[in-house]
């Protein structure tokens, strides 16, 4: 039936070519000589219906004068009723949550606030100065001081929350940062302790191989002198051809053996000598030539007769 009836008015208004509204507007009862707590629940649930989001709410003629009607009552009587600041504050801070129109205000507060103008506006045509329009306009003062107060509140609640998304942001990018950090000198640690090791096992191998170099040079002196001296002992019964072929055999054995221990040393100590090979061929050339010339006396100069 209800679905029928949706029908049936779509179908007159596509025909007419007017928008026929429903007034399901309720207005809570109240009287001139109710009490002042009868009057604050009346005025809280008839502020709460003007700022409902049912389009079929929305403010027809009939609505503004049953609205009216309702503030005469109320702020009509012997007794003067005064709205409390807390009722409208309590009212409007309730859609806090709900969603902002284009000035960041709650869409239910603003619908309050005009529908309220448009009742004020009403009421000051018909009657401009009467006490209850001018109650009536003292309370769309204050529904319009608590708008105002809540535009602040959501500006700074957005404030807030876009300052904690930004210090979350913040924070994980420190955290991020001390990761790396601290990956970065744990990194710098171990490479550092690896070259220091590196470092220490190649100083070890330069002392031993400056130990062997100058133990080698010690071996080969022994060895020098031992092989002189046995060959100075039978001096006396070789010829001088001979003894001058060995000395000169001798004398390049040593300079060699010592000319190749220095040169090993200066490379495992990283100290270039590019002269230390040209004296060892000129000294090995003039070896060569002394050895030659004690071999060819030997061969075509006779030796004196000893007498």
Same mark, same amino acid.
């Given at each position: 039936?209800?679905?029928?009836? $949706?029908?049936?008015? +779509? =179908?007159?208004?596509?025909?007419?070519?007017?928008? @026929? &509204? !429903?007034?399901? *507007?309720?207005?809570?009862?109240?009287?001139?000589d109710?009490?002042?707590?009868?009057?604050?629940?009346?005025?809280?649930?008839?502020?709460?219906?003007?700022?409902?989001?049912?389009?079929?709410?929305?403010?027809?003629?009939?609505?503004?004068?049953?609205?009216?009607?309702?503030f005469?009552?109320?702020?009509?009587?012997?007794?003067?009723?005064?709205?409390?600041?807390?009722?409208?504050?309590n009212?409007?801070?309730?859609?806090?949550?709900?969603?902002?129109?284009?000035?960041?205000?709650?869409?239910?507060v603003?619908?309050?606030?005009?529908?309220?103008?448009?009742?004020?506006?009403?009421?000051?045509?018909?009657?401009?100065?009467? $006490?209850?329009?001018? +109650? =009536?306009?003292?309370?769309?003062?204050?529904?319009? @001081? &608590? !708008?105002?107060? *809540?535009?602040?509140?959501?500006?700074?609640?957005?404030?807030?929350?876009?300052?904690?998304?930004?210090?979350?942001?913040?924070?994980?990018?420190?955290?991020?940062?001390?990761?790396?950090?601290?990956?970065?000198?744990?990194?710098?640690?171990?490479?550092?302790?690896?070259?220091?090791?590196?470092?220490?096992r190649?100083?070890?191998?330069?002392?031993?191989?400056?130990?062997?170099v100058?133990?080698?040079?010690?071996?080969?002196?022994?060895?020098?002198?031992?092989?002189?001296?046995?060959?100075?002992?039978?001096?006396?019964?070789?010829?001088?051809?001979?003894?001058?072929?060995?000395?000169?055999?001798?004398?390049?054995?040593?300079?060699?053996?010592?000319?190749?221990?220095?040169?090993?040393?200066?490379?495992?100590?990283?100290?270039?000598?590019?002269?230390?090979?040209?004296?060892?061929?000129?000294?090995?050339?003039?070896?060569?030539?002394?050895?030659?010339?004690?071999?060819f006396?030997?061969?075509?100069?006779?030796?004196?007769?000893?007498?």
């Amino acid at each position: 039936m209800k679905r029928a009836l $949706e029908i049936l008015t +779509s =179908v007159l208004q596509a025909a007419n070519g007017d928008y @026929l &509204e !429903k007034s399901m *507007l309720i207005v809570p009862d109240v009287e001139a000589d109710s009490d002042e707590t009868q009057k604050r629940d009346a005025l809280t649930k008839l502020l709460e219906t003007l700022a409902s989001d049912d389009p079929g709410l929305s403010l027809s003629d009939e609505n503004i004068a049953d609205v009216k009607a309702f503030f005469e009552k109320l702020y009509g009587g012997q007794v003067k009723f005064r709205h409390r600041y807390s009722d409208v504050c309590n009212v409007v801070f309730d859609y806090k949550d709900c969603e902002l129109d284009p000035t960041n205000v709650p869409y239910p507060v603003s619908r309050l606030a005009d529908n309220m103008g448009k009742v004020l506006t009403s009421m000051l045509e018909d009657r401009p100065r009467s $006490e209850q329009a001018d +109650s =009536v306009r003292k309370l769309c003062d204050h529904i319009e @001081l &608590e !708008k105002t107060r *809540l535009l602040h509140y959501t500006e700074q609640m957005k404030m807030m929350c876009s300052f904690e998304e930004r210090s979350t942001q913040l924070d994980e990018q420190i955290k991020e940062q001390q990761e790396k950090t601290e990956s970065e000198i744990k990194r710098l640690e171990d490479d550092s302790l690896k070259r220091i090791e590196e470092e220490k096992r190649e100083a070890q191998r330069e002392n031993v191989s400056v130990l062997g170099v100058f133990t080698g040079i010690v071996v080969a002196f022994v060895a020098g002198l031992t092989f002189s001296s046995s060959i100075l002992q039978s001096i006396d019964r070789a010829s001088i051809y001979r003894l001058c072929a060995m000395a000169t055999v001798i004398g390049v054995f040593l300079f060699d053996t010592i000319a190749i221990l220095l040169s090993f040393l200066g490379k495992v100590t990283r100290v270039e000598c590019p002269d230390l090979a040209k004296i060892v061929k000129i000294a090995n050339f003039i070896a060569l030539v002394f050895l030659a010339a004690a071999v060819f006396a030997r061969f075509f100069i006779p030796m004196p007769a000893y007498n």
